[in-house]
């Protein structure tokens, strides 16, 4: 439980970038303790999971590997152990643009370069995997501690600007209570982590690319044209504002025609080629997917509402609507760094299962 507190808390900080920092991580550990006591045994799989809040050290070692990756970026470093042998420790950050927000860049480490670092450790001490709280480069410290960012949040008036996903709104399971076909049921009921399909260095589309826990930016390409890019997502959404707009060859991003109503976007998107995962976690979505959204800014531009209906009679018996939050964070340019398997793979493998 402790291990799964510490994830959150790591994660909403530094995507929640300074705003409201104390109270959010507050509640984001609160709310770790109360999602672990049911979801221990399916978060076990994930990153970081592992991970002993009660045992933080300081290590210092020699680089021999950095990897400017998505889903999250690692070190590997040849450092002494707690028996002081020299082993090659696995060093697990996040994902680049969380990183990015510390002042990370895909330079900040190379081979031979000496690190010092603060983080937790492996439940398992014969395992040389860790946590990063922060670093030194050759004795200088590099970015930003993880524990915020104190840098301004400028609210949005037209829904233009860079978005976080809200606090408490955990993905890491199917969601419960879905009008799910035999073939949708199917998928949840055979659901395991080891389905992901980051895990292929395949990105879901809409609606699942819209939760995900990565930063999104908004923006207008013309007074027709409205983008949604995120980061480490393959290409980027394109809102057609113009009703006549004619869609292209189908695809997983699908064709968006989006307008107004009382000051909320609504975006229509149909179009769509098979994705896994393409509807929620664990259940894919077909060609013959539609979405409706409704986004409205709230909380005095810092924050998005979002409603999102999504048909697929191939995986839903019925339409299902659910809500996601946005909140606004720190302005800056989407990240984009490669996804290899090696790091999808450690993404799943470093935190590995509470039974082993």
Same mark, same amino acid.
């Given at each position: 439980?402790?291990?799964l507190?510490?994830q959150i808390n790591?994660?909403?900080?530094?995507?929640?970038?300074? +705003?409201k920092?104390?109270?959010?991580?507050?509640?984001a550990?609160?709310?770790?303790m109360?999602?672990?006591?049911?979801? !221990?045994? /399916?978060?076990?799989h994930?990153?970081h999971?592992?991970l002993d809040?009660?045992?933080?050290?300081?290590v210092?070692?020699?680089?021999?590997s950095?990897?400017w990756?998505?889903?999250?970026v690692y070190?590997?470093?040849?450092?002494?152990?707690?028996s002081?042998? /020299?082993v090659?420790y696995?060093?697990?950050l996040?994902?680049p643009g969380?990183m990015s927000?510390?002042?990370w860049?895909k330079d900040?480490?190379?081979p031979g370069?000496?690190? !010092?670092? #603060?983080?937790?450790?492996?439940?398992n001490? =014969?395992?040389a995997?860790a946590?990063?709280?922060?670093? *030194?480069?050759?004795?200088?410290?590099?970015?930003q501690?993880?524990q915020?960012n104190?840098?301004p949040?400028?609210? =949005?008036?037209? +829904?233009?600007?860079?978005?976080?996903?809200?606090?408490?709104?955990?993905t890491?399971?199917p969601?419960?209570g879905?009008?799910l076909?035999e073939?949708?049921?199917?998928?949840?009921?055979?659901?395991s982590?080891d389905?992901?399909?980051?895990?292929?260095?395949n990105?879901p589309?809409?609606?699942?690319s819209?939760?995900l826990p990565?930063t999104h930016?908004?923006?207008?390409?013309d007074?027709?044209?409205?983008i949604?890019?995120?980061d480490?997502?393959e290409?980027?959404? /394109? &809102?057609?504002?113009d009703?006549?707009?004619?869609?292209?060859?189908?695809?997983?991003l699908?064709?968006?025609i989006?307008w +107004? *109503?009382?000051?909320?976007?609504?975006?229509e998107?149909?179009?769509?080629t098979?994705d896994l995962?393409?509807?929620?976690?664990?259940?894919d979505?077909?060609?013959?997917?539609?979405i409706?959204?409704?986004?409205?800014?709230?909380?005095?531009?810092?924050g998005?509402d979002?409603e999102i209906? &999504?048909?697929d009679?191939?995986?839903?018996?019925?339409?299902?609507t659910?809500?996601h939050?946005?909140?606004?964070? &720190?302005d800056?340019?989407?990240?984009?760094?490669?996804c !290899?398997l #090696?790091?999808?793979k450690?993404f799943?493998e470093?935190?590995y299962?509470? *039974?082993?």
């Open positions: 439980m402790d291990s507190v510490g790591i994660q909403l900080i530094l995507f929640n970038g300074g +705003f920092m104390r109270k959010v991580r507050l509640v550990m609160i709310a770790g109360l999602f672990a006591m049911q979801a !221990t045994t /399916v978060l076990g994930h990153s999971a592992s809040s009660n045992d933080v050290r300081v210092s070692g020699v680089v021999t950095y990897s990756t998505y889903p999250h070190i590997k470093v040849e450092a002494p152990n707690l002081g042998n /020299v090659e696995g060093i697990e996040i994902h969380g927000a510390r002042g860049d900040t480490f190379k370069d000496r690190i !010092t670092w #603060e983080g937790r450790h492996d439940r001490k =014969s395992r995997y946590g990063l709280e922060w670093a *030194e480069r050759n004795g200088v410290r590099v970015g501690d993880m915020g104190d840098q949040i400028i609210p =949005s008036s037209d +829904f233009t600007g860079m978005w976080n996903r809200g606090p408490n709104q955990f890491y399971t969601p419960p879905w009008p076909t073939r949708g049921q199917a998928l949840v009921d055979g659901f982590e389905q992901n399909p980051i895990l292929e260095c990105d589309g809409p609606p699942k819209m939760t990565y930016l908004v923006s207008y390409q007074d027709k044209t409205l949604i890019e995120r480490m997502m290409g980027s959404r /394109v &809102i057609h504002l009703q006549n707009s004619q869609p292209g060859p189908p695809s997983k699908g064709h968006s989006g +107004f *109503e009382n000051g909320d976007l609504i975006i998107t149909s179009g769509f098979p995962w393409g509807t929620h976690t664990g259940i979505s077909s060609e013959q997917k539609h409706r959204e409704r986004l409205r800014l709230v909380d005095n531009g810092l998005i979002i209906t &999504i048909t009679p191939v995986y839903l018996h019925e339409p299902k659910f809500t939050r946005w909140i606004k964070t &720190i800056r340019e989407v990240i984009r760094a490669p !290899t #090696e790091s999808a450690l799943i470093a935190g299962s509470v *039974e082993e």
